[in-house]
């Protein structure tokens, strides 16, 4: 496929050292369309790389982040909303997790488990965002 009929490029950043973090990439990668435009990025060890782009490390290690083609970055369940919308069986999904009683009760969850995992880990920033 050439490059024009590509969707617009995503760079998803992601906790490559975290197992489920890694499973969800693949389970992603397994149901986008071909043609898709996505690269996964590891965050560890990419600091500069995250700063520069205006991304806090930290509140990358707490949050999944997507870079649009356009340079703008969306994080946590925004980000994953951008995702659910490339995959054709799960765009309903992007709108649910949208919704507004949704939205903040899964931000809620998802940055509860988050940290739950990174103190198991003993990943946790000492003063996390």
């Not at 990668?29 to 490390?57: F, H, Y």
């Not at 999904?93 to 488990?113: D, F, H, N, Q």
């Amino acid at each position: 496929m050439n490059s024009s009929s590509q969707r617009p490029f995503l760079r998803v950043f992601y906790d490559a050292a975290c197992p489920r973090c890694r499973r969800d990439r693949a389970w992603y990668e397994q149901r986008v369309d071909e043609g898709e435009n996505i690269l996964w990025v590891d965050i560890n060890g990419r600091e500069q790389e995250l700063k520069a782009l205006g991304i806090d490390p930290k509140r990358a290690l707490l949050e999944l982040h997507v870079e649009e083609q356009q340079g703008q970055v969306r994080h946590g369940i925004s980000a994953y909303q951008l995702l659910f919308s490339r995959l054709p069986r799960y765009r309903w999904l992007a709108w649910v997790i949208g919704l507004p009683l949704i939205k903040p009760l899964l931000s809620y969850l998802y940055r509860w488990w988050v940290r739950r995992r990174l103190q198991r880990q003993g990943r946790l920033p000492t003063d996390p965002l």
